[in-house]
């Protein structure tokens, strides 16, 4: 079936029910005054989820601009890791600074507020900077991992595989992005009428296709790279544990609970609007209604101030330039009894000069900030646990 409305096409075979909804929502975006879709928020409801996205446009612009700033601030953190990690801060506030808005606008209105090719450009924007971001975390754990236990194959000074990193993100996510423009799927409103984005709810091949790709290529292909490289970079923490196993297992559970917070915020943040979206395109006719599909909206959106909480502000090596950019200090102080770190150290990431497995002199730090190697040597016979690292 085709519903033409105005110069607002949708292809679907769904139900009379979808139809009706995809109608009203449409009409929604052309006519102001139109009224609410069946199924939508009362008024109350359109007030706290405009309370939600007040506090998520408000928390996530202070904290990504903070973490751009001491970035710019202390030439330190500008290592190959920590570029990918400006690349997620910088996806973050792009989708506060041109998606968020407009959603907590509309949901004071209660309604669309920017027309059709506003909606169009929402639903673009928002999966752009997104999967810019999600592609962004995948490809953080993997150089993480690479850090760690192949140490010998990286060059710390080297910036173009972290160049490469992010320009890949960005090129991927407009692989992605790009095609609903030119049929393959399409934006459109989405729930209540207040945000929009790919048109889940529509039944015909190339949307159902396209659903499917993003959902495995975009969400659950960058999932199962985190938890192989984490994974992989948990088991190598265990086997040093067997050498030095009161500070080991110190190390291992503060890498543990780092490792669990970067995969639950994902989970949290993302998952729920992917089964969302899959539920909606291969459930029953309805199955997903709008007020259904706010919760997992707003999880999305709130990954924005997750991120800088879980990379940023959780990394002793960031906390402390967060520490001195408070104090208005230009070099950043020791925690945990660490030595001020080299000139030399600051630039490369590296100690110019590596020790051997005396993990008790040094506290459990970050991935990001440890450049810590396991590698196995020979010697006189035996295989030796070696474990270089710089705090």
Known sequence: MVVHIGSYNFSTTDSSLSSSILSTDASTLRDPQ?????????????????????????????????????????????????LILLNISLSDILVCAFGTPFSFAASLHGRWLIGEEGCKWYGFANSLFGIVSLVSLSALSYERYTTVLRSTEVDVSDFRKAWFCIGGSWLYSLLWTVPPFLGWSSYGPEGPGTTCSVQWHLRSPTSISYVLCLFIFCLLLPLLTMVYSYGRILVAVRRVGKINLLTAQRREQ???????????????????????????????????????????????????????VIYMFFNNQFYRCFVAFVKCSSEPGSILGEKHPTRRSQASGFLPVHR????????????????????????????????????
């Not at 639950?264 to 006719?285: D, E, I, K, N, Q």
């Open 254 to 308: 503060h890498i543990l609970v780092m490792v669990l917070s970067m995969v639950s915020g994902y989970m949290l943040c993302w998952m729920p609007y992917g089964v969302m979206a899959l539920m909606a395109t291969f459930g029953r006719s309805g199955l997903v209604t709008p007020m259904a599909s706010v919760v997992p909206s707003i999880l999305a959106k709130f990954s924005t101030v997750v991120n800088p």
């Open 34 to 82: 139109a009224p609410q879709s069946p199924g939508g928020l009362s008024r109350t409801g359109h007030t706290v989820v405009a309370v939600c996205l007040g506090f998520i446009l408000v928390a996530g612009i202070l904290s990504n601009l903070l973490v751009l700033l001491i970035f710019a601030k202390f030439r330190s953190l500008w290592t190959p890791i920590n």
């Open 356 to 391: 051997q497995a005396s993990l008790s002199s040094s506290p459990p730090q970050d991935l990001s900030s440890s450049r810590s190697t396991i590698l196995c040597s020979r010697h006189k016979g035996r295989h030796t646990l070696v474990v270089h690292y710089t705090p």
